[in-house]
């Protein structure tokens, strides 16, 4: 195994890669093709497009079948990626069911991991049943458990890293080894609290890199998208998919995620950054029972982030001592964060798990799903580091 990082995308790629500056007036800035359908000079024009005689490659015959908008920001996620192509989608859960359903079929099998993202285990696990496809569930980065759970018919594994919200870091390269050991399955990973500023599972051979666009890569909280990214050889399966089940980004969602993708790199430095600090001030404070953050030794997945991450990401999770009733006036004591859903976008975002996402368990359901009383999970925007820390080191000191 090597200690050696992989090379992470930076603010350059961020603004310039993937983007083709050739194009009608060399306007810096791609613009909105804000339109449903396409048109032909003629009858005759339409019958070379449709017999693939056309010269012009640029064509397309109607909106769900693609968009000059929508496919520049695909070309820059692929580039951002390293990889050959991507796939945008109308929100991460389109992208992640879509490329789902390309890759199995009834009578396939797939593991994924217990932390996953809370709607992607629900799809895999209740509603794909329904087609025939089996799953297993592993426990948070248990890569020998995975190795048990593989079967003759597995088709797919899905991880996501950091996970949500305990921010567990898997070992991507042990990961596609092991899962490589088995032949030819393919291996699929969320890396929506990553991006590829933080990490690129596609240099350590992840198959599928997928993205809740919503989150870190738009960054502004104003709009919904998802992304897929991989070879091409299996970007043009999903496409078939996505082309019939038609959950495509629109042309105007597409250009506010590609003005937020330039602005990447700034965004998720200055994220890091603030995340740090603030996890190294509730390591400190004496109303916080357990804080998870990788940067921290005493995360379990510390030495792994360090390895293969270049910062540790903008979300933090904590314990607040008093269980739910101290998190609540800690959080409802903050100024600068708002309590709300999602994470990645520049306001800083704070929520109870327990409240928001699992409001339906009963306390036993919760300990079940792990998800420990007091929990509290902070998105940090792009706000002032020092301002930060001071508000929520107030808000907990009078909790
Ligand atoms: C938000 C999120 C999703 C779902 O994305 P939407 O854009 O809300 O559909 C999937 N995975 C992770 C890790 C997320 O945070």
Redesign the pocket.
């Known amino acids: 195994m090597s200690d050696e990082k992989k090379p992470l995308a930076g603010s350059t790629d961020a603004v310039h890669a993937g983007t083709n500056y050739d194009r009608p007036h060399r306007a810096i800035v791609r613009e909105i093709a804000q339109t449903a359908t396409y048109t032909w000079h003629e009858t005759a024009d339409l019958e070379r497009f449709m017999s693939g005689e056309d010269s012009d490659t640029d064509r397309i015959e109607y909106g769900r079948y693609g968009n000059p908008t929508v496919r520049e920001l695909e070309e820059r996620l692929a580039a951002l990626e390293l990889v050959d192509d991507a796939l945008a989608f109308s929100?991460?859960?389109?992208?992640?069911t879509t490329t789902i359903l390309t890759l199995t079929k009834q009578g396939d099998h797939i593991v994924l991991f217990r932390d996953c993202?809370r709607?992607?285990r629900q799809f895999v696990s209740t509603m794909l049943g329904k087609f025939g496809i089996e799953h297993t569930l592993v426990d948070s980065g248990d890569l020998d458990g995975l190795d048990k759970a593989i079967q003759k018919n597995t088709k797919l594994v899905i991880s996501?890293s950091p996970t949500?919200p305990y921010l567990d870091c898997l070992d991507l390269e042990r990961f596609v080894e092991v899962v490589k050991s088995h032949g030819r399955i393919r291996t699929m990973i969320?890396a929506?609290?990553a991006t590829p500023v933080n990490c690129r599972p596609a240099s350590y051979g992840i198959d599928l890199v997928?993205h809740?666009?919503?989150?870190y890569l738009a960054g502004h909280n104003d709009v919904?998208?998802?992304l897929v990214a991989g070879p091409s050889h299996i970007i043009s399966l999903v496409r078939e998919h996505r082309d019939v089940m038609g959950g495509v980004l629109d042309p105007h969602a597409a250009f506010l995620i590609a003005r937020g993708l330039k602005t990447l790199g700034v965004r998720v430095d200055r994220q890091n950054t603030n995340a740090m600090r603030i996890a190294e001030m509730l390591s400190q404070h004496k109303k916080v029972e357990k804080v998870f953050y990788p940067s921290l030794e005493s995360h379990r997945s510390h030495a792994v982030a360090k390895k293969q991450m270049r910062g540790f990401g903008g979300v933090v999770s904590f314990v607040v001592a008093g269980g739910r009733q101290a998190a609540t006036r800690a959080v409802d004591g903050c100024r600068i964060a708002k309590i709300a859903s999602?994470?990645?976008g520049v306001e800083t975002l704070i929520e109870q798990p327990a409240i928001m996402s699992y409001f339906e368990l009963s306390p036993e359901e919760l300990a079940a799903v792990g998800i420990l009383p007091g929990l509290i999970r902070l998105s940090l925007g792009i706000e002032d580091t020092e301002d930060l820390v001071r508000d929520l080191s107030r808000a907990l000191d009078e909790a």
């Open positions: 929100s991460g859960m389109a992208a992640i993202y709607r992607t996501e949500n969320d929506t609290f997928v809740s666009a919503t989150k919904l998208g998802g999602s994470l990645g």
